[in-house]
């Protein structure tokens, strides 16, 4: 069969950068031996947490453009959990459509879509590289953003499993209704016309989760630090008074989640 779905050479694939893990490759080489490590050698083995983000390869084009726009979808599905700043996180939206008096639904829908997923993440991402640009640093803004965008990458991957911690955690009511009605239409019509009462979400979910989600959040800051450390010895040799600026994509982008959890679940 054939040895890639996607094109690549699999003998001299080292990261999961293009790779799609559809396993292709270990099904069709006949000299697979899943106990030795090596290449050409398709198999599952361990490897170092954060290898391909220490690794500073810079991303494409299209792979910053896409990180740009999940950057701000993170943001817009964390945000929202919590009343307040959900109310402030949609203000722009709502007032951009209100000055531009946008009736259709589908004008509105896109005017949040633009506003939320491109403009507040672009104004994110340009900051510290205009603090840096304005301290005298020099680098160019395609090699800030296909560079230095990967220091998004941890505080996003964090984000997003805290909005899986809350959002799976906030089920567990339904979890004993789950394993005896899998397909749900009984339980559903029972919670509908109240024959089935729900348990009350368990005292420790609170405490737990929001421990978590810190140490989650606080985290992804630390790795995207190291990564801004290793990215500046490489790429930036300004001295400190200049490449401090970078620093703030951690401190601005992670430190946003972090000052959020800290005031909506502690507060």
Not at 76 to 93: A, G, N, S
Not at 154 to 170: D, F, G, R
Not at 213 to 221: E, K, R
Request: with cysteine.
């Amino acid at each position: 069969g054939r040895s890639c779905g996607v094109g690549l050479n699999p003998a001299h694939v080292d990261d999961n950068t293009n790779c799609l893990l559809c396993g292709q490759c270990v099904k069709s080489c006949e000299h697979n031996n899943p106990d030795a490590e090596g290449r050409p050698n398709p198999g599952l083995f361990v490897r170092p947490w954060f290898k391909d983000i220490f690794a500073l390869r810079p991303m494409s084009a299209a792979q910053t453009a896409f990180c740009l726009v999940v950057s701000g979808f993170v943001v817009y599905e964390v945000f929202t959990e919590w009343k307040v700043t959900k109310e402030l996180l949609i203000w722009m939206p709502e007032n951009t459509n209100m000055l531009l008096s946008t009736e259709n639904t589908w004008s509105h829908g896109l005017i949040k879509s633009l506003t939320l997923f491109i403009v507040l993440p672009i104004l994110v991402w340009l900051l510290p590289y205009g603090l840096f640009r304005l301290a005298g640093g020099k680098l160019s803004i395609a090699k800030y953003l296909c560079i230095f965008g990967t220091a998004f990458i941890p505080i996003m991957a964090a984000a997003h499993t805290v909005k899986a911690l809350l959002k799976t955690t906030s089920r567990i009511p339904y979890w004993e209704n789950a394993f005896t009605d899998p397909i749900g239409i009984e339980s559903a019509r029972g919670i509908i016309n109240k024959s089935i009462q729900l348990a009350p979400l368990p005292v420790w979910r609170d405490p737990v989760i929001t421990a978590l989600s810190l140490v989650l959040i606080c985290g992804g800051i630390a790795v995207s630090a190291v990564v801004i450390r290793k990215l500046t010895v490489t790429h930036v040799s300004q001295s400190w008074s200049r490449a401090w600026t970078l620093y703030l994509i951690p401190g601005i982008y992670g430190g946003a989640f972090a000052v959020m959890i800290i005031i909506w679940r502690l507060f």
